[in-house]
Each structure stands twice: as C-alpha cells, then as structure tokens.
C-alpha cells in the first residue's frame, strides 16, 4: 500500500513577510505584494491556513481573480495543499453563476441569454445616429461602452464623464452617448445580457432583495481579491454587495503595476483599503525571487521617479536570487537595424542553450511586431505573437495589400514618388493624417503606418521601385513570416506580456512617441501610467534583460527620434549608450573591438571593449589579485561582492591593465563614485603585484 501524500502546512517555507499575511487574523487584510514576490503562493497559503485553523470551511471562500488561467493556477495549489472546495473564479464566471441560481427569484422565468458578439446591436444603434459602422468604428464603440459601465457612467451621465476626464472617445461624445443609449435599448427589448450585465444584474440583486442577500452571504463568509489594483467601479460594487457589512477580505496588489486605467481600472481602492478599514492588517512583499538583483535594480531605478499618489505607496523590491549580468542597453540607427541586432542576439542565445520559449521580444504597440517577425524569420529562430495576429494576417493589412495590388497596374509609369502613391492608395482602407481616437481605429492606423515605412525601407535600397515592386514585396514577406506555428521566441505587447515571465527579454522600439506613448503626452496620470508599463516590461525578466531604441524609422532616414525619457537616469553613466560617459552626440562613432575592429555590440562586449568571439588576454593573475582584494572589501563594508565590482569588470581590468584614472574610468561599472572609492588601490594592483600581500 502506497503512504499517503501529507501536504506541506500552509505556513512552511514562507519568508517572515509572506508568513505574516499568511497568518494575519480574520478580518481585512490588505498584501502590498510587488513583481516576483510570490503573492499566488502567499494568498493560497493564506487560505489553506484559514481553513486548516477552522476559521472557515473551504466552501466558504470566495476567491476572485481577473483570468482564468489564474483563477485555475490557484485551484491547483489549493488542490495540492488539500483544500477542495474554494471557489477561484474570475468576477464573471462568479456573477454568472450566482445570477443563474437567484434569477427565478429576482426576475422570474427564464435567465436572459448572454449576447454573442455585441458588435452586431452596436452597429444598429449606430446606423439609427449616423455614427461610423465600419468594423474598427463599432469595435471602438463597443469597447466604450463597455468601459462606460465598467466604471458606473450612464448613456445620461457619458458626456460629462469623459469632459471631465479629458478621455479620448472614439467620436464626439453626444454622439457616443446615443450609440450607448440604443445599445442598451436594443439589447433590453431582446431580452440578452452582455458581461457587464452580469455584474450590474447581480450586484442589484444583492442590493435590493434582503433574502438574496441573506442566503449569499450565509453560503460565501470570506472573500480573497487578486490583482486589486485593477478593479473596476463596477467590480468593486460587486465586491461590496457581497460583503455587506462584514470585513473577512484579503486582497492583494501592487499600485505599481496599474497598467488598465483606460479600461476603468483604477488603484484607488488598493490605496484607501487602509482608510476604509482602519484596523486591517497590511503587510508589503518586497522580496523578488523572480529576477536577478541587477533586473530589480532597474525596476526600482525606473519606478523611483515614478510622481503621484501611485508613486507614494510604492514598493521598492529587493533581489533574492544569485547576481545576473547588467541590463544590457544600444542605440541603433533605424528599426530593422535594431530588430536584426536583437535577432542575431537571440541566435546565440538559442544556440547557446537558451530554450527559445524562454525569450521574449516586448513592444509598445502591436504593430511594431512585424520587422522583428521578418528579423527572427531572417535567422531562422521560430517565434510565436501573443495577444494579437501576426501582422500580415491582420485583416487592415490584407486590405491594404489588396489595395495595393488593385492600384499597381494604374500607377505604372507613374511619376509619384512610392511613398507618395502608398499613402494616397492606403488613405481610402483607414490612413489618415492624424491618428483616430478609437483604440482599435488607433491600432489599425498604426498597421498602415507601418506598411508605409516599408515602403520607405524599400527606397532606401531601390530607388526606383513602384507601387507593384511594393506590393509584390509585401507579398514576399507575407509568404516568409509565416512559419509552421511552433514553441518559440514570444513577441508581445506590454500589456499582453502581463503576469507572464522569461529567462531573458528584449525591450524594444523605446523611443518617446511609442513608450510614452504620443497621445499621453501632456496629460501627467497618462504618461505615469506608460512609466508602469515600462515597469511591468522590465519585471518580466528572470536572468537577462535588454533595452533598445532606434534613431530613425528606415535606413537612411532622418535620426530625429529620441530615447524615451524614461531610460534617463537608468542607463549608466559609464555606459557607452549613455552620452553623458562618452560625451558623444546622438551621430557619434560606436565603439569598436580592439582585437577585430569590429563594431561592439552588448553589455559585456563593451565593458571588454572586444567580441565576446575575439581572444581574450586575460592576465589571470592579476584577476586572481582583483579578485582577493574584492573580498576583503565586500566583507569589511559588509555587502555582496558583485556590489564593489562585477566579475565582468574585473576581468576587463584584467584584460586592459589600465594605468591611470582615465584609463580605469574607460570601463563600463567604473564610474565617478567607484573610482574615488576604489580607484587608488585596483591602480596599485595592476601596478605592483606585491600590493596585495602587504
């Protein structure tokens, strides 16, 4: 007979601030838990120790997540801790559930049907004001809508709501306001339900029907929240008709990682939990076991200067695992220069060892995806697009394509320049001058953009190209881009990218204009919450992270852009991408191997100043000196040694035997502060070998 699997107690092998949310009484409890913290384990835990304590029976819970995929990862660790029994749904599939028991009671007769693609009765109530009903314009009708009721405005109240949050809509708001108001109706007369309706329905419930209310909240006695800093009005409304009176509520967040405002979502209700229950406990998870110190170094330089009520209560996490290498940051000329140096990169990660799922390539906006879909193709590294279509089987790109091929026999001979004829053929499939409001019209514009730029990249090469050498381009690399789908590289959008992880990962594309995004400049809570995506970006990376921008769109362009600002203060100053270290202009010469003459490409590779390929001249004892006379440091000051130097350093100090502070400031890690501190003695080392015995 096989002995029975004991599951570990909940409070085992949790670290002193884990334990306390694990163990902190009933009642509110609120877990400020930052990236890579280990708040799934902690609020599984905390729930298996409720229940192994008898503060409540398993079926008593209610715990509520905003995926699915989460809601089913905590089912397991439940599972797995042998507590069955507790209810991890999202809100939806909560509400849902609860309205289908209460409906005969509440509304009587038979629950109204979900709606199958509300698209379709927006597009009615459209037509009856006139408004767009193209499929991006009812996408971005539809998608307002439903942040309307995500955040409680009425058709009545829209207008006012959004003059007052200066919010971009999708048309003028008199008019989106109309579109909403038929919508309802239509809906209401068919007698259909959208998921908004789920909550709406089932908070009234809860509200209004004493006996319902009753019969719940006997049935559900504590309640677990993740991910609080993206509820909704909405969401929180439902969440207070289910508590009632009571306060049995742990909920768990990060203010830092509010990345959803545009959809109603907002960390107000993470923030005043302290104000609305005096007496809870909270209790903040610093400690990242995800990444490398160097990664949370980057984190918490670039949330630092975070400005707000948000950056307030921010978290300043702390390294648990071993030292990683230094993020990696470069400056490129145009895009496909910085995608092929990414992808070249990724080659030899893969080759290597590096399993390709465990890379990913993350972006701003969708349609920067395809020079590095045709980058990774180049090199033959398989790569899979998360969260959105590859880009040439977007439907705004079939069309322009389409377009494009129509166009070409009636502009042959033409004298318009290319770039010229792809913008006046694009302009009647969706390219205008200016970006729309609508965020899928946004979107497909970016798209079309794009399909320009490559036009532009084509003239760099081939002056002479015409509108059917273009679209016979296009169709070329429509055909190359899409490989057999298979496990590899992820490209993802920022926010797609969310509560996912990697080994190493490439942030690319960050000039402003694209993070911050244009159209939140000017409006300071916009361009906070862009600084949180850069942060939910850099948090994605376990051992190895990579920053990179571009100067210009397309080779040979003009190099106007610049880095975004949010990379100020988090570049090195002795780094060679820093122009305050080299002193150079955005023009400036790269710096080349000193073996090959090579261009240098990479963190380690400058900090050597050689490829990582070239020979190295390492004098190993002096390592050895430099390495002893490190120790000794790290222990009288009391901290790691990677905190005095890098190994990399050290052994380009190795390598180059500077003679000099000039010399010795020249390598990457050794800045103004390290070389008053340090400088006279590795100076003395690499002078006299006896300086270390004395």
């Known amino acids: 007979m096989s002995a029975r699997l004991v599951p570990d107690a909940p409070e085992s092998g949790l670290d002193d601030e884990q334990l306390a949310a694990v163990t902190a009484p009933r009642g509110p409890v609120c877990v400020l838990a930052g990236a890579g913290t280990g708040k799934t384990r902690t609020i599984t835990r905390r729930i298996a120790h409720l229940a192994r304590t008898g503060h409540v029976a398993p079926g008593q819970v209610l715990a509520v997540t905003f995926t699915a995929r989460a809601a089913g990862e905590m089912r397991t660790r439940l599972r797995a801790l042998g507590v069955a029994g507790v209810q991890a749904r999202t809100f939806h599939a909560a509400a849902l559930r609860q309205l289908r028991y209460f409906w005969p009671r509440v509304v009587g007769g038979d629950q109204w049907q979900l709606v199958e693609g509300k698209v379709r009765i927006v597009g009615q109530a459209a037509a009856r004001v006139k408004a767009g009903t193209d499929a991006a314009s009812l996408r971005d009708l539809a998608g307002e809508i439903e942040w309307a009721k995500a955040s409680l405005v009425t058709p009545d109240g829209y207008a006012a709501a959004v003059a007052k949050l200066r919010r971009d809509t999708p048309g003028p708001a008199e008019q989106v306001a109309a ?50 800093q993206d509820v909704t009005p909405l969401q929180q409304r439902v969440l207070d008709a289910w508590l009632g009176e009571r306060d049995d509520l742990t909920v768990v967040g990060d203010a830092n990682q509010t990345i959803y405002t545009f959809a109603g979502a907002s960390p107000r209700y993470l923030l005043d939990f302290p104000r609305r229950f005096p007496e809870a406990a909270v209790v903040r998870l610093q400690r990242d076991y995800r990444s490398t110190p160097q990664v949370v170094s980057a984190a918490n330089t670039l949330i630092g200067s975070a400005r707000g009520r948000v950056a307030g209560t921010r978290l300043r996490l702390i390294g648990q695992l071993p030292p990683g290498p230094e993020p990696d940051f470069a400056e490129h000329d145009d895009e496909p220069a910085e995608a092929a140096a990414v992808a ?13 799922a465990e890379i990913a390539v993350l972006f701003r906006i969708n349609a920067q995806s395809e020079v590095y879909e045709q980058a990774l193709t180049d090199v033959g590294v398989p790569y899979q697009v998360r969260g959105g279509e590859r880009f040439f089987s977007r439907p705004e790109v079939r069309r322009a394509m389409t377009a494009l091929r129509v166009a070409a026999p009636a502009r042959a001979g033409d004298d318009v320049p290319l770039v010229d004829a792809v913008r006046a053929i694009l302009a009647p499939v969706g390219l205008t001058a200016e970006p729309p409001g609508g965020a899928t019209q946004r979107a497909q514009w970016e ?15 081939e002056p002479e190209a015409d509108v059917r050498r273009f679209a016979a381009e296009l169709e070329t690399r429509a055909d190359a881009a899409h490989p057999p789908t298979v496990q590899g590289v992820t490209l993802a959008s920022l926010h797609a990218a969310k509560g996912l992880e990697w080994d190493v990962v490439f942030l690319v594309g960050l000039v402003d204009g694209t993070l911050p995004i244009q159209h939140a400049d000017g409006d300071d809570e916009a361009i ?7 942060y939910v970006g850099i948090t994605r990376a376990r051992r190895r992270l990579a920053l990179s921008w571009a100067l210009s769109r397309q080779p040979g362009g003009p190099r106007r852009r610049r880095r975004s600002r949010f990379l100020y203060g988090l570049i090195p100053e002795e780094h060679s991408a820093s122009r305050i270290a080299n002193g150079s202009s955005r023009g400036g010469p790269r710096p080349r191997c000193r073996v090959c003459g090579s261009p240098l490409m990479g963190a380690d590779a400058l900090k050597m100043r050689r490829c990582a390929e070239c020979p190295s001249d390492v004098d190993v004892e002096l390592l050895d000196r430099l390495r002893g006379w490190r120790s000794v440091e790290a222990r009288e000051q009391q901290v790691p040694a990677y905190v005095v130097f890098t190994d990399a350093t050290l052994t380009a100090i190795a390598e180059q035997r500077p003679t000099d502070n000039a010399a010795l400031v020249r390598i990457p890690g050794i800045g103004a502060r390290k070389l008053d501190r340090y400088g006279p003695a590795v100076l003395a080392l690499v002078a006299d070998p006896d300086v270390a015995d004395s």
């Open 447 to 461: 798209s079309l953009l794009a399909i320009v730029e490559l036009a532009e990249e084509l003239v760099a090469v």
């Open 528 to 534: 906070e919450e862009e600084r949180r995506l850069l």
């Open 179 to 228: 579109v909403y108001a038929g919508y309802e109706e239509l809906k209401n007369r068919a007698e259909l339900l959208d998921f908004d309706d789920l909550l709406l329905h089932t908070a009234a419930a809860l509200e209004e029907h004493g006996p319902v209310a009753e019969e719940f909240r006997d049935r559900y006695r504590c309640f677990v929240v993740d991910e609080y």
């Open 344 to 356: 070249a990169q990724i080659k030899r990660l893969v080759a290597d060892g590096t399993p390709a």
